[in-house]
């Protein structure tokens, strides 16, 4: 069978009722023989991993900080006004607009002290150097009261968000500590026998992952399969974390002992903005733990090119 020979073996008649007269949600066995050949591997990508940031110069923040307000963000304060007006019919009643405008108010402007306060609780950046570099970058303005505004200070929130992720983000690693985190597969240090059928159903991002469970793979590869949400939980650095699409352990001498874990992230070329970001954490991962190695893959070919690779070598 081409099926995942790591976690289904076959549907449970256990279940939890959801509600009064709703139907029991499926649940799935879990295969522990076949966990069981992946233990190792488990018990280091389940550890809990400290993301440490390489220390950004001051130099480096204040360039972006001034390179950003000259370019980005400062608008005048205005307000717009929407006129609209109710329309009866014989059996109907609609809203409609006639028009809209901007206008000029200082409605939303606020005082300076206030707009570095906002800004340094949203950016986490000190007062002192957002004041440096806001007088450095605005000094040949002669007007800047009306610039310190509430919308002028979310362009100034966004652009930052932007430029520290296209310049910093790379600049951290994990660190492992000595405790290990719950998972889907892992509670408390136990294995779990079973799972309900919706952490099995990850929707599917691209035509590879929904390919790759069709490949047979060679008889080295001793236990293969699709993960489940949340059964590895790799943190980024935006305070979320991700999970691979699939695992598979290849033996060596004959089976008698494991020798790589092929991790596999399939994604298409056209990637989202928080893809990149799931991409970089895992592959930042998973090449630090001995005998993993981490493939991203944007088609079926590929993949199966780089798991031949793997088996010869393994």
């Known amino acids: 069978s081409t099926l995942p020979a790591l976690l289904i073996l076959s549907l ?23 966990f069981e050949k992946l233990r190792d591997l488990w018990q280091e990508v389940t550890k809990r991993y400290l993301l440490r940031f390489e220390k950004i110069e001051k130099h480096e923040l204040e360039k972006l900080l001034r390179s950003m307000i000259r370019t980005h963000s400062f608008v005048a304060p205005y307000a717009q006004i929407v006129k609209q007006r109710i329309a009866r019919g014989e059996n109907t009643v609609q809203l409609l607009t006639d028009c809209s405008e901007s206008v000029d108010s200082s409605l939303s402007v606020i005082s300076y002290g206030e707009f570095l306060k906002r800004l ?13 570099s806001m007088i450095d970058a605005l000094k040949d303005k002669k007007n800047t009261k009306d ?11 966004n652009a930052f968000d932007e430029k520290f992720a296209d310049c910093f983000a790379q600049k951290y690693d994990y660190h492992k500590l000595d405790f290990c ?3 889907s597969l892992i509670k408390d240090g136990n294995f779990v026998d079973e ?3 919706e952490v099995l159903d990850n929707d599917l991002d691209s035509n590879t992952e929904h390919e790759v469970p069709k490949v047979r793979p060679q008889t080295e590869v001793v236990v293969y399969g699709k993960l489940p949400k949340s059964s590895i939980k790799v943190p980024t650095y935006t305070g979320k974390t991700t999970t691979p699409d699939f695992v598979f352990a290849i033996s060596k001498d004959s089976g008698k002992t494991l020798g790589l874990c092929l991790v596999v992230e399939t994604k298409s070329d056209n990637l989202r903005f928080s893809d990149a970001i799931a991409l970089n954490a895992q592959e930042k991962l998973f090449t630090q733990i001995p005998n993993v190695v981490w493939r991203k893959e ?12 793997l088996v010869q070598i393994a």
Do not use: C, M, W, Y
Request: glycine share 4%.
């Open 195 to 197: 799972l309900t059928q």
């Open 181 to 183: 985190a719950n998972t």
């Open 120 to 132: 340094n609780k949203r950016t986490n950046l000190p007062l002192t150097l957002l004041h440096s």
């Open 12 to 34: 449970s008649d256990s279940g939890n009722v959801l509600s009064e007269g709703a139907p029991q949600q499926p649940k799935i066995k879990l295969n522990r023989d076949n």
């Open 147 to 157: 610039l310190f505004n509430l919308k002028s200070l979310e362009n100034l929130i």
């Open 298 to 309: 944007t088609s079926i070919e590929s993949f199966e090119r780089h798991l031949k690779q």
